[in-house]
T-cell receptor
Framework: GAGVSQTPSNKVTEKGKYVELRCDPISGHTALYWYRQSLGQGPEFLIYFQGTGAADDSGLPNDRFFAVRPEGSVSTLKIQRTERGDSAVYLC????????????FGQGTRLTVV | RKEVEQDPGPFNVPEGATVAFNCTYSNSASQSFFWYRQDCRKEPKLLMSVYSSGNEDGRFTAQLNRASQYISLLIRDSKLSDSATYLCVGDYGGYNKLIFGAGTRLAVHP
């Protein structure tokens, strides 16, 4: 079956622009997560959705970052007024949502802000 | 201090060697721990869970010491295909709010 799908795979944008990154979770997975991975580092938690609601957004670095999941399936991570420091791989993951179930990651969107 | 710390490596070992990775964590609230594997420019994938009683899966053995806040991964009889970055991970909410270490890079050579 299909895994977690993220689009685009690569995105180059100019400083100050707005970007949207899309995540299509595994069918039936109620939990969805966004992580960010900078070069040489492990992934860093951003936000967790259970269904349509953001159950934990404590990892969002500032108010330029926002994520939605309006129908409890596809999610979009939105970044306003991008900065060069936002350059990273943005990873999405999904799981069945029960405690201690495995999270499966997508291949990520590599964002480069120039 | 980072919540999960690992030796970044790289560890360069010959095929057939035994290699051990260590990891320490600072937040005792974590409920579960894992080792993930990440190949170059790929997504992280779960390798194995880590339990206080130890967990063995073929050539891989993971161990958790809650008293010392220390996690280990042992790889026996290394294969070329084991070359990757190994990430030590804690789950701080029981819902996959995963806190990753920076990873330890392993290179297995012929």
């Amino acid at each position: 079956g299909a895994g977690v799908s993220q689009t685009p795979s690569n995105k180059v944008t100019e400083k100050g622009k707005y970007v949207e990154l899309r995540c299509d979770p595994i069918s039936g997975h109620t939990a969805l997560y966004w992580y960010r991975q900078s070069l040489g580092q492990g992934p860093e938690f951003l936000i967790y959705f259970q269904g349509t609601g953001a159950a934990d957004d404590s990892g969002l670095p500032n108010d330029r970052f926002f994520a939605v999941r309006p129908e409890g399936s596809v999610s979009t991570l939105k970044i306003q007024r991008t900065e060069r420091g936002d350059s990273a791989v943005y990873l999405c993951a999904s799981s069945l949502g029960h405690q201690n179930t495995e999270a499966f990651f997508g291949q990520g969107t590599r964002l480069t802000v120039v | 201090r980072k919540e999960v710390e690992q030796d970044p490596g790289p560890f360069n070992v010959p095929e057939g060697a035994t290699v051990a990775f260590n990891c320490t964590y600072s937040n005792s609230a974590s409920q579960s721990f894992f080792w993930y594997r990440q190949d170059c420019r790929k997504e992280p994938k779960l390798l194995m869970s880590v339990y206080s009683s130890g967990n063995e899966d073929g050539r891989f053995t993971a161990q958790l010491n809650r008293a010392s806040q220390y996690i280990s991964l042992l790889i026996r009889d290394s294969k070329l295909s084991d070359s990757a970055t190994y990430l030590c991970v804690g789950d701080y909410g029981g819902y996959n709010k995963l806190i990753f270490g920076a990873g330890t890079r392993l290179a297995v050579h012929p």
